[in-house]
């Protein structure tokens, strides 16, 4: 993998709804990198974020962007299903690429973009946000020092979502998917803070949602090969409080994460301010891709690092079918 010693790194960001802007409010933060590029499904949105961001380029075609000279890497920020085949698309222009979670949703395609990684030693990256809150980071570095082992991480991912629809109006399925999206958190924090892959999956599901296609409530166990296990409850149905709850039961202590913020458990507020140089977790993420493109180096949650979760994913969906 080749070092990037340009002064400036150009980055392009395809969607530019609120998850997308979360990245530009991030990259502003970063020394030496410039937005060249936005790609956006309706071009008069897209054009107001570029005027926003002071964004030169606006465009609803991902093919003209990474035509451009002024693209060293773009960030993937687009609907789930595009997500492999733009990620493929990407590399093979030589760009660099940061792909939101999911990676993929189907199993195939994940391992497809890990081989075109592979063919073109160009950085590839997944945005396992887990990884990088200062809270489980905290987790990390103690039980990287020894201090600290995971028996049980006991998580739930609660959201009040009945509908799901489109800017236009319509309903889709492949946004938010419970198993494909959420779960794939909590899947691969739970085999990166044990170091441990999973070696026992089981899942069970609620009633498919009439209107949107998916399940709206679901159950998964996982056990990993040290023997740490985790058990995870999704839902949309759950009328507050909303968003993922990890509580670490450990063999020194018992953590509980709320996004960047972590407690002990007896709900005292640990200081995490010093973890890293932020406290916004996708700030950080960007961090990590720009520094590995740098360097010249794998960034950690690599698509090659990532991919195991969407192994146990893939047995998970096998099993509610």
């Given at each position: 993998?080749?070092?990037?010693?340009?002064?400036?790194?150009?980055?392009?960001?395809?969607?530019?709804?609120?998850?997308?802007?979360?990245?530009?409010?991030?990259l502003?933060?970063?020394?030496?990198?410039?937005?060249?590029?936005?790609?956006?499904?309706?071009?008069d949105?897209t054009?107001?974020?570029?005027?926003?961001?002071?964004?030169?380029?606006?465009?609803?075609?991902?093919?003209?962007?990474?035509?451009?000279?002024?693209?060293?890497?773009?960030?993937?920020?687009?609907?789930?299903?595009?997500?492999?085949?733009?990620?493929?698309?990407?590399?093979?222009?030589?760009?660099?690429?940061?792909?939101?979670?999911?990676?993929?949703?189907?199993?195939?395609?994940?391992?497809a973009?890990?081989?075109?990684q592979?063919?073109?030693?160009?950085?590839?990256?997944?945005?396992?946000?887990?990884?990088?809150?200062?809270?489980?980071?905290?987790v990390?570095?103690?039980i990287?020092?020894?201090?600290?082992?995971?028996?049980?991480?006991?998580?739930?991912?609660?959201?009040?979502?009945?509908?799901?629809?489109?800017?236009?109006?319509?309903?889709?399925?492949?946004?938010?998917?419970?198993?494909?999206?959420?779960?794939?958190?909590?899947?691969?924090?739970?085999?990166?803070?044990?170091?441990?892959?999973?070696?026992?999956?089981?899942?069970?599901?609620?009633?498919?949602?009439?209107?949107?296609?998916?399940?709206?409530?679901?159950?998964?166990?996982?056990?990993?090969?040290?023997?740490?296990?985790?058990?995870?409850?999704?839902?949309?149905?759950n009328?507050?409080?909303?968003?993922?709850?990890?509580?670490?039961?450990?063999?020194?202590?018992?953590?509980?994460?709320?996004?960047?913020?972590?407690?002990?458990?007896?709900?005292?507020?640990?200081?995490?301010?010093?973890?890293?140089?932020?406290?916004?977790?996708?700030?950080?993420?960007?961090?990590?891709?720009?520094?590995?493109?740098?360097?010249?180096?794998?960034?950690?949650?690599?698509?090659?690092?990532v991919l195991?979760?969407?192994?146990?994913l893939?047995?998970?969906?096998?099993?509610?079918?």
């Open positions: 993998m080749s070092k990037s010693n340009d002064k400036t790194l150009r980055v392009a960001l395809a969607g530019a709804g609120a998850f997308g802007q979360k990245h530009l409010d991030g502003k933060l970063i020394d030496g990198v410039q937005v060249t590029s936005v790609i956006g499904r309706e071009l949105k054009q107001e974020v570029a005027a926003k961001y002071g964004i030169g380029h606006a465009t609803t075609k991902l093919e003209e962007t990474l035509a451009r000279d002024d693209v060293d890497a773009v960030i993937l920020c687009t609907p789930t299903q595009m997500h492999a085949a733009q990620a493929i698309a990407c590399l093979n222009a030589g760009k660099h690429v940061q792909v939101e979670i999911p990676l993929c949703d189907k199993l195939a395609d994940g391992k973009v890990v081989e075109t592979k063919k073109t030693g160009l950085v590839a990256m997944c945005g396992h946000t887990r990884r990088f809150n200062p809270s489980h980071q905290y990390n570095k103690k990287r020092a020894r201090e600290f082992n995971v028996l049980q991480m006991d998580v739930q991912t609660y959201f009040f979502r009945r509908t799901n629809m489109n800017a236009l109006g319509q309903p889709r399925s492949w946004t938010d998917h419970l198993l494909w999206h959420h779960a794939a958190h909590t899947v691969d924090l739970f085999q990166y803070q044990t170091g441990s892959r999973v070696v026992k999956a089981n899942a069970v599901q609620g009633p498919i949602h009439p209107n949107l296609g998916i399940a709206m409530d679901m159950s998964i166990q996982l056990k990993a090969e040290n023997g740490s296990v985790c058990t995870l409850s999704l839902s949309f149905n009328d507050g409080p909303l968003g993922t709850f990890f509580r670490y039961i450990g063999d020194t202590a018992t953590y509980i994460a709320r996004y960047d913020d972590l407690y002990n458990g007896k709900e005292e507020k640990i200081d995490v301010s010093k973890v890293d140089v932020s406290m916004n977790g996708i700030e950080l993420q960007d961090r990590e891709f720009i520094a590995a493109i740098r360097e010249g180096r794998e960034p950690n949650a690599s698509v090659r690092q195991p979760c969407y192994e146990v893939d047995q998970l969906e096998k099993q509610l079918t």
